[in-house]
């Protein structure tokens, strides 16, 4: 009965979410396209793809993961531990609910109630003066004067709130007129919580010490603690700036662990529970789903065309080589250096550091030369110069007529170098535009060959049913 059951759900769920292609023998279920699709075409989305459009690119992509399985990416000690630190993030809080966080919060204010007591709360104001543990007598006679000679003020009219901002040394307080925080019982010095638990609203005390300094307190009000549903909002928040959830989840997990008798480990804990919760969200199946490829697109994206397109020179050289028309520049550019000494002589020490060096080696030599200590001869900007780039440059290799703003401490002004007049010379040159182009190239090579490799085949009637089925 139970396996009749199994196998009644199985063929309700294919028929409900039916293979819309197959990818070297792996089907892809409907929602799994659907799910890509949408999200890669959704509003905001400039170049929006139709279905049929996006059919090649989700293939390619679904090709590029079939590659980095069957390369065993998926193995890596590195990718295992991305991916169920990812997958984890999104199913740990399943293992808390709100009733949880509520008890907590309940908890919290219950608490806060039982420490506060009978007393209730205050909210007193205070001009404060420092003096330190080791002060010596003179110094806590001065300040017992000053203390004394404020109170005789405020005695005498004078406004609290305008006293506190110019002399009290609490400046988080003084600022705002010397009112501090509703307090309870245990938040303070004894000595001030005494005092202040003394005080009837609008009550002043006298100067007294305690072990920070000198306090004079001013009473504001008294309160007991507002009902739990008045609060409820700011515990929650203070819960949730604690990460609270973390805390009940890790606990939560330990527990299951725990019972378990060593049979599970937490991982294992947590690989089940993102099993079960996915049979039951297809959305958060294919969220995990997403970023587990994803993952391995990037790794065998990177091996196979962005890091071996960055470190083949010579790779790199020969596509150049072959399309170098395609980088000839409209204009001329300079390739070289507009340069600021403060010496003449180092003009041609310069030109002389450099001349017999590749270009892509000269901001090391100038500096292991020139400005090697705390000493620092000269300023260089380098590169590959076009009109109005460089005002320098402009003046003395473009001949146009244009100020050169002065440079400070370095009055002496020269460029050096070539101008290029049809184009770039060598790839490193224009190495970002080449090497875009020739990781296109090698892309393009990778995806033919994976679809001569791979058997994709699309069930055309099930795509036709993509956005809209019941």
């Known amino acids: 009965m139970i396996a009749a059951l199994l196998l009644a759900a199985g063929a309700a769920t294919a028929q409900d979410d039916p293979t819309v292609m197959t990818i070297n023998g792996q089907p892809v279920a409907r929602s799994e396209f659907e799910y890509s699709y949408n999200k890669n075409n959704a509003e905001g989305v400039i170049d929006k793809k139709t279905v ?33 630190q990812y997958r984890d993030q999104q199913i740990r809080p399943s293992f808390v609910t709100d009733a949880d966080i509520e008890a907590e919060a309940r908890k919290v204010y219950d608490n806060t109630k039982l420490a506060i007591g009978p007393r209730g709360l205050v909210r007193p104001a205070h001009i404060f003066l420092y003096l330190g543990q080791q002060a010596t007598p003179e110094q806590q006679q001065q300040a017992k004067e000053r203390i004394d000679s404020i109170y ?12 506190a901002r110019r002399l009290s040394q609490d400046r988080g307080s003084a600022a705002n007129g010397g009112l501090l925080p509703w307090i309870g019982p245990n938040q303070t010095l004894k000595e001030f919580e005494d005092k202040a638990y003394a005080l009837k609203d609008g009550e002043m005390s006298e100067p007294f010490l305690s072990p920070a300094g000198y306090h004079i307190i001013l009473m504001k009000g008294h309160k007991q603690l507002e009902p739990y549903d008045s609060l409820r909002s700011n515990i929650l928040g203070f819960l949730e700036q604690r990460n609270v959830r973390e805390r009940i989840a890790r606990m939560r997990i330990d527990t299951i662990v725990a019972h378990s008798h060593g049979t599970l480990t937490r991982e294992e804990v947590l690989a089940r529970r993102a099993d079960s919760l996915m049979a039951l969200d297809p959305d958060l199946k294919n969220l995990i789903r997403e970023y587990h490829d994803g993952l391995l697109l990037y790794e065998i994206s990177n091996r196979t065309v962005w890091d071996k397109a960055a470190r083949d020179s010579a790779g790199l050289e020969a596509f150049f080589k072959k399309n170098k028309k395609k980088y000839a520049w409209a204009e001329p550019r300079y390739k070289g250096m507009a340069y600021h000494v403060k010496d003449e002589a180092d003009v041609e020490a310069v030109k002389d550091c450099v001349k017999d060096l590749p270009f892509t080696e000269w901001a090391d030599a100038l500096r292991n030369t020139f400005n090697s200590d705390s000493v620092l001869r000269i300023r260089v900007e380098k590169g590959i110069f076009k009109r109005g780039d460089n005002a320098l440059i402009d003046r003395e290799v473009f001949k ?37 182009d020739y990781q296109d190239m090698l892309e393009k090579e990778w995806v033919a060959g994976l679809r001569r490799k791979y058997a994709v085949e699309v069930n055309k009637e099930v795509l036709a049913t993509v956005n809209n089925h019941k």
């Open 52 to 84: 049929e459009q996006y059919v090649d690119l989700f293939v390619n992509y679904k090709l590029k993961v079939a590659a980095a399985l069957e390369a065993r990416l998926d193995t890596l000690t590195s990718f295992k531990q991305e991916f169920a």
């Open 152 to 163: 005789g003020a405020l005695k005498a009219g004078a406004d609290f709130a305008d006293m």
């Open 400 to 436: 146009k007529d244009t100020v050169v703003a002065p440079t400070k401490d370095y009055p002496i002004d020269a460029v050096y170098g070539k101008l290029l007049k049809k184009g770039p010379e060598e790839y490193t040159d224009v190495i970002g535009l080449v090497t875009a």
